[in-house]
């Protein structure tokens, strides 16, 4: 097993999380099959309970865990699934080393850092890299933390196997102070000398700043550190972040790989060419994206969206027509901005904050023909507005907000509840990829056709047959496709007739082991592009494969 270690230095939120995934991408563009393992070294368990606003979008594996974001990011750029045992926390490291001791695995022994902690980081990052020539670690935070201690002295054990199979690099950024316009160096030094204190002397240093790294720079860190200066790279901000890995592959990261391990040159031409459509766009859309955005103090986290940012993105690289996003709040919804879209996206979400701006928003859309797509909370309420404004069902809402509402067009299930609550489903909510079979005729058939959608399908039901989760599938008739679930609320059986005869087209079904029907897709009629999902698409959209609901959207708003 190899394995690339990646650090932190001077602050976070420097896109480790971008740098880790590029790596990953041009190891696997050479050939070598690749896992990535993020550590977080906070003591909650998962990411399932952290606040969005404070940590960003809360990320949803394929079988269904809540993970931090960054495991996003990897799987955007990796094209591959990454499965939830490629979040480690300290949450889960301790945890187990508390449970071995209680079983007595240690017996007469005393339990400690090191080597037991230490030895159990190792263990379960290469349980996640199960089948992997290589595994690219992502240390969360920064060193010098306190917390991520543990794992610096695991990527040092791992070195204590064989030095050759270990990769270090270290992400710092270089500061310009206004007063001064100059870049200093000083924080990265004091960075490096951090790691050094710990063992490890980083084999790449990249240094993350507004601008590219002069040679004066280059040639100061060799001096102040002994790091030769051709390992020494620069990664400025850049506007697209899929030009990363591109980048990091000209400034020399991979003649390390190269030296190390003998890699060939990674090939990267198809998305070269992705880069290259986005760079030249042959047309533009605007796209509103209607959601709650809250603030945390002064600042505001589009974090939050990062998802469908991201997919939209892959369109705009897919079809060569750049979405210009707008987010709008619903709290106080801007008619005018709205009535002025290609496109509109009513985002997924929970309770009560926006949500009448949001009805309107699918109302406004709906009325006037501007392509909709409704992501889960956004689809339930399309399945509200339709419910109140076309079907007449007065005062019709989600349980969600009202729970005396005389229409509960969207519901818990009464059995879903009790399945639920008995934890048979691992959590409190439809969580990870369910199949949906779409309706012949349907916008969401014309929608995945061709998409290679189906062709997944199989071999997903194959990997959750063998994991004997076949309430996945359910009685679900075929070609089926599978999407990724966060949701706990469902349209409710009871109404889909009524709604129905009003012209609303449930156009794709879960139908669930018991027989009942659960809604995944609904769109109208004589509308240029109405779609609602109740999965999120946007979760397994990639840079290299789009999301055929975003790319359609997309393709819509254009005409
Ligand atoms: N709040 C809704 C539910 O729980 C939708 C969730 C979501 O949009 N992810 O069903």
């Known amino acids: 097993m190899k394995y690339v270690f990646v650090y932190g230095g001077v602050f976070s939120g420097l896109g480790k999380g971008v740098v880790t995934a590029s790596i990953a991408r041009l190891l696997k563009a050479s050939n070598l099959r690749v896992s990535v393992v993020k550590i977080d070294p906070y003591f909650n368990y998962d990411a399932g309970t952290l606040r969005p606003t404070e940590h960003g979008e809360v990320w949803v594996t394929w079988e269904g865990v809540e993970t931090d974001m960054d495991l996003g990011t990897y799987e955007r750029f990796l094209n591959q699934r990454i499965g939830g045992n490629c979040n480690l926390t300290s949450g889960k490291v301790f945890g187990e080393v508390i449970e071995d001791e209680r079983k007595g695995k240690y017996l007469g022994r005393t339990v400690q850092l090191i080597p037991h902690v230490v030895e159990k980081i190792l263990e379960k990052i290469s349980e996640a890299a199960e089948n992997s020539d290589v595994v690219v670690v992502e240390v969360g935070g920064v060193v010098g933390d306190y917390e991520n201690i543990p794992y610096l002295l695991a990527a040092r054990l791992a070195e204590m196997g064989e030095r050759n199979d270990v990769i270090h690099v270290l992400v710092v950024y270089f500061p310009i102070p206004p007063h001064l316009g100059e870049m ?13 204190s ?91 994206i209607a959601g709650k955005y809250v603030k945390i103090g002064d600042f505001e986290l589009p974090d939050s969206y990062v998802s469908i940012l991201e997919a939209l993105k892959h369109a705009w690289a897919e079809t060569g027509v750049r979405p210009e996003v707008t987010l709008l709040d619903t709290r106080e919804l801007d008619e005018r901005v709205l009535l002025d879209a290609d496109g509109v ?53 989600t349980t969600e907000v009202e729970g005396n509402t005389p229409h509960p067009v969207i519901d818990v299930l009464p059995e879903q509840a009790e399945v639920l609550g008995k934890g048979l489903y691992g959590g409190t909510m439809r969580l990870g990829e369910y199949a949906a079979h779409l309706i012949e005729g349907s916008l969401a058939r014309r929608v995945y056709e061709g998409s290679g959608w189906y062709e997944e399908a199989e071999s997903l039901e194959e990997v959750f047959r063998e994991r004997e989760e076949l309430y996945r599938m359910g009685k679900t008739e075929k070609p089926f496709i599978f999407e990724r679930h966060r949701h706990r609320y469902e349209v409710n059986p009871r109404y889909i007739h009524t709604l129905e005869d009003a012209g609303l087209v449930f156009s794709g079904i879960h139908v669930r082991y018991d027989g009942v029907p659960l809604v995944e897709f609904v769109e109208t009629p004589d509308h240029p592009f109405f779609l609602g999902t109740q999965p999120h698409p946007e979760y397994k959209s990639r840079f290299e494969r789009p999301s055929p609901v975003f790319v359609s959207f997309i393709r819509a708003a254009s005409r």
């Open 184 to 196: 200093k160096t000083k924080p990265a030094q004091h960075a490096i000398r951090q790691l050094f």
């Open 198 to 288: 710990h063992g490890i002397t980083p084999d790449v240093v990249i240094g993350r700043a507004p601008v590219p790294l002069d040679g004066v720079r280059k040639e100061k860190i060799e001096r102040t550190t002994g790091i030769p200066r051709e390992r020494v790279i620069s990664l400025p901000d850049l506007k697209n972040i899929y030009e990363a890995p591109v980048y990091l592959k000209e400034e020399g990261i991979t003649e390390v790989f190269r030296e190390r391990w003998g890699l060939p040159d990674p090939k990267l031409s198809d998305w070269e060419e992705r880069l290259r459509r986005m760079e030249d766009p042959d047309d533009e859309v605007r796209i509103v």
């Open 345 to 397: 996206i009513v985002p997924g979400g929970f309770g009560a904050t926006g949500v009448e701006g949001k009805i309107r928003a699918v109302q406004l859309a709906r009325e006037n023909d501007i392509p909709f797509l409704g992501l889960c909370y956004g689809m339930q309420l399309a399945v509200v507005e339709f419910a109140r404004n076309v079907a007449g069902l007065e005062g019709a809402h």
